[in-house]
């Protein structure tokens, strides 16, 4: 039977050269995590063309600890499942791979950058590193710890985003880049999912970063500008007079329904407002995202929960009545269209007057891609409009809420 490196395509490879980062840039199902669990198997053998030498101390590293077992370890091509022969065990209570050999690959995740702290390494895998959530804390911990070895060297697999940390790694001379596409991975897919993909989105900015593997630097058009947010951006909140927790249901509660956002912001004292969370959701049905908002709501010791009733009218205001009776309640209707909602909202980030407390990826992620036309590939911008209806509550004249079930 032949191995990996017999069959795996030449970009699964490492590449040759004196290089300390390999960075895997490239679209969804073009073979990245593969490549990456192919990678660390190679390097516990110590088999050409991976390494030299049997390596004994690996740090996983993904956006969650959950997508680190489900993606990583257990995945359809993760490291256990493609292993070929005695496979590694998971030691759930430890959260590390061991092998055979003796070998152990150590979890994290990237809302922990401080569980790094105290470990050492000769190797890493970093997977979805665009969508690291602490994403520089960690990646400098990371570095830290990889000190172990004559050659300690890293591997990060990702779909491409505007985000700083990968365009750091890209700029590094220390980094060799590898791009992958959707396409060249075809065989291994679905039949005619690419097919299905291009009639669905051709050629838009999103068929271009989530198909082809492109750095999408930002749109010309966008409202909101994401280095701005980046300038703007506070690892913590200061003391904040008013907090609320919007939310944007979906008209139905399936899993191919609209995400339903869930934002919360609060106001300090100089006049500045704070995201401080994002708990949208996809699939949700209407218990269960008027649970997720109530637990917001309660573990920020908000002041009220902000609800477009668009889509479902007083059941709404109902549905969070019925997970918690008497929580305030201001419900809001859309008259105008989201991108004059969101207009002044964008004027305020221009002016420094709205800041993200912490990183939020996928709802920055929709900012920096809502133009004219709204999102790339026609989606709904459910998480940004939960932060215009935040922000605006925020910084609007104070308006008595509804209050249900008093």
């Known amino acids: 039977m032949p191995g990996w490196a017999e069959i795996a395509r030449e970009a699964q490879l490492p590449p040759l050269g004196d290089w300390r980062h390999w960075l895997i840039v490239g679209g969804r199902g073009s073979g990245k995590t593969r490549a990456g669990a192919e990678w660390v198997l190679g390097l516990v053998a110590g088999k050409a063309p991976f390494a030299a030498r049997p390596h004994e101390r690996i740090a996983l590293v993904a956006e969650t600890l959950a997508d680190a077992r489900e993606v990583m370890i257990d995945g359809e091509s993760g490291i256990r499942t493609v292993a070929v022969g005695e496979r590694p065990v998971y030691e759930a209570t430890r959260r590390r791979l061991v092998f055979a050999n003796g070998a152990t690959a150590q979890v994290f995740s990237s809302e922990d950058p401080e569980s790094l702290r105290g470990y050492q390494f000769d190797a890493a895998w970093g997977d979805e590193l665009a969508k690291w959530v602490r994403a520089g804390e960690t990646f400098d911990n990371l570095q830290f710890a990889l000190r172990l070895g004559s050659r300690p060297r890293a591997l990060f697999t990702t779909t491409p985003k505007p985000v700083p940390l990968l365009k750091r790694l890209m700029a590094d001379t220390a980094t060799a880049t590898t791009h992958m596409r959707t396409v060249e991975n075809e065989a291994n897919l679905a039949p005619r999912f690419v097919d299905a993909m291009r009639g669905l989105y051709g050629e838009t900015r999103l068929a271009r970063q ?184 925020l910084m609007a004249p104070r308006a008595e809420p509804r209050v249900r079930g008093l």
């Open 210 to 393: 989530e198909l082809d593997g492109e750095l999408i630097e930002r749109r010309e058009d966008a409202l909101f500008d994401r280095a701005r947010i980046e300038q703007l951006r506070v690892g913590q909140a200061p003391e904040l007079r008013r907090v609320v927790v919007a939310v944007d249901p979906p008209a139905t509660g399936t899993a191919r329904s609209d995400a339903c956002g869930i934002v919360a912001a609060g106001l300090a004292a100089d006049g500045t407002t704070y995201v401080v969370a994002d708990a949208s959701r996809q699939g949700l049905k209407p218990p269960q995202w008027a649970r997720i908002a109530v637990d917001l709501y309660e573990r920020l010791e908000a002041d009220r929960i902000v609800a477009e009733v668009n889509q479902g009218g007083d059941m709404v205001a109902s549905v969070i009545d019925a997970v918690s009776p008497g929580v305030p309640i201001q419900m809001v209707r859309a008259t105008r269209g989201k991108w004059l909602r969101a207009e002044p909202v964008a004027a305020l980030y221009e002016q420094g007057r709205v800041r993200h407390a912490g990183s939020f990826p996928a709802l920055e992620d929709e900012m920096a891609d809502f133009g004219p036309d709204g999102l790339s590939g026609g989606r709904s911008p459910d998480r940004l409009d939960a932060l215009v209806w935040a922000v605006t509550a």
